[in-house]
């Protein structure tokens, strides 16, 4: 009993200070998109966002990935948004053929230590040869 009461004002001294030396960190978020270059219309097409942070980005960061198609005028075909993780995986079909526009960001949370970011890739929809 003697030495369990020193241990746990010790861990409840340590537990404070190892929270706000995580808040007040400046974590910077990079954005990775693995995405299809050409397809056809009405093929599913699969696009991965990886955020890069410096640490667990899913501990750290409490925001999350949105993806955002447009087509040529410039209009939002699809969105989505899904939590932070090691690794999110977008799947849809596009069904207009023309030159697309993939975004994918990271779109922050409440009290986030982790900027924002943004990738941009363009998308190319082939009509099918008949």
């Not at 640490?55 to 993806?67: A, I, R």
């Amino acid at each position: 009993m003697k030495k369990l009461i020193p241990l746990l004002v010790g861990a409840a001294l340590l537990i404070p200070g190892g929270a706000s030396g995580v808040s007040a960190a400046d974590y910077s978020t990079d954005v990775a998109m693995r995405a299809p270059s050409k397809v056809t219309v009405g093929e599913k097409i699969r696009v991965v966002v990886r955020p890069r942070t410096a640490g667990d980005s899913e501990v750290v960061c409490t925001g999350e990935l949105v993806l955002v198609v447009k087509d040529e005028a410039k209009d939002v075909v699809k969105t989505a948004g899904k939590p932070v993780r090691d690794r999110v995986s977008f799947a849809f079909k596009l069904r207009d053929p023309g030159t697309h526009r993939l975004v994918a960001r990271y779109q922050r949370g409440e009290e986030d230590p982790c900027s924002e970011s943004r990738e941009r890739r363009a998308l190319r929809v082939f009509k099918r040869k008949a």
